[in-house]
C-alpha cells in the first residue's frame, strides 16, 4: 500500500510539475510573440514535456490560453494586494492600483516590454472566446476595485465615485497601451502623476 501511495504521489507531483512548465513556458511566448504565432509544439519543447502532456492538463490550446489569462490577472491582483496593505491614506489606496501595473510592466523588462498581455492577447480572440471574456472580467474588477478605494475618498458622493472610477480606468488603461507601443513605462508613471493631481483636484 506504501509503494501505491508512492507512486500515485511521485505521479501527481510530475503532473503538477507539468502544468507549471507549461503554463510558464506559454506564459513568456504568448507575451512575446503572440498567442496566433505560437504553436502548441514550440510550448511543449520549451516546457520540455511531451505533446500529450498539455492535452492532460488544458484539454487544449484554448483552455491554455484562458489558463495563461487567468494567471496573469491573479498576479497582477497578488501586486495590488501587496501595495494596498502598505497605503497609508484614502488617496494612496487608489493610486495603489497604478502602482500595481508599474510592477506588472517590471515582470515584463526581461521579455520585452509590449504592454498589457491580456490587451495584447483579447486582440488577436474571437467574440466569444472564453480568454476574451475572462480579459473583460478581469479589466471590470480593476475598476470596480478603483470604485471601492474611491468611495473612501467621496463618500457622500457616488456620483462622482462612479466618474472618477471610470476616468482613472480609462486613463490606466490607455497609457499601458502607449507605454507598450513605446517599450517603457514612462507613460505609466505618467498617467499616476495625472491620476493623482485629478484626486487632489477632486
Request: proline share 2%; hydrophobic share 45%.
Amino acid at each position: 500500500m506504501a509503494m501505491t501511495d508512492d507512486v500515485s504521489g511521485a505521479e501527481r507531483q510530475k503532473r503538477a510539475s507539468a502544468h507549471d512548465r507549461l503554463l510558464e513556458a506559454a506564459a513568456q511566448l504568448f507575451y512575446a510573440e503572440g498567442i496566433h504565432a505560437t504553436g502548441i509544439d514550440t510550448i511543449t519543447a520549451a516546457a520540455n514535456v511531451a505533446k500529450k502532456s498539455l492535452y492532460n492538463n488544458f484539454v487544449s490550446k484554448a483552455g491554455l490560453v484562458t489558463a495563461y489569462l487567468e494567471d496573469r490577472h491573479a498576479c497582477l491582483i497578488g501586486l495590488y494586494e501587496a501595495r494596498l496593505r502598505l497605503a497609508r491614506s484614502p488617496r494612496d489606496r487608489v493610486l495603489v492600483m497604478f502602482d500595481a501595473y508599474l510592477d506588472h510592466a517590471g515582470l515584463s523588462w526581461e521579455n520585452n516590454f509590449r504592454g498589457c498581455g491580456m490587451l495584447n492577447a483579447a486582440a488577436e480572440l474571437p467574440t466569444g472566446h472564453p480568454g476574451r471574456l475572462a480579459v473583460a472580467r478581469h479589466k471590470q474588477q480593476i475598476q470596480d476595485l478603483l470604485h471601492d478605494s474611491l468611495k473612501a475618498v467621496h463618500p457622500q458622493d457616488p456620483e462622482q465615485v462612479e466618474q472618477l472610477a471610470e476616468h482613472l480606468s480609462f486613463l490606466l488603461e490607455g497609457s499601458m497601451v502607449r507605454a507598450g507601443l513605446e517599450g517603457h513605462d514612462a507613460l505609466l508613471r505618467r498617467a499616476r502623476a495625472l491620476a493623482d493631481s485629478l484626486l487632489a483636484q477632486a
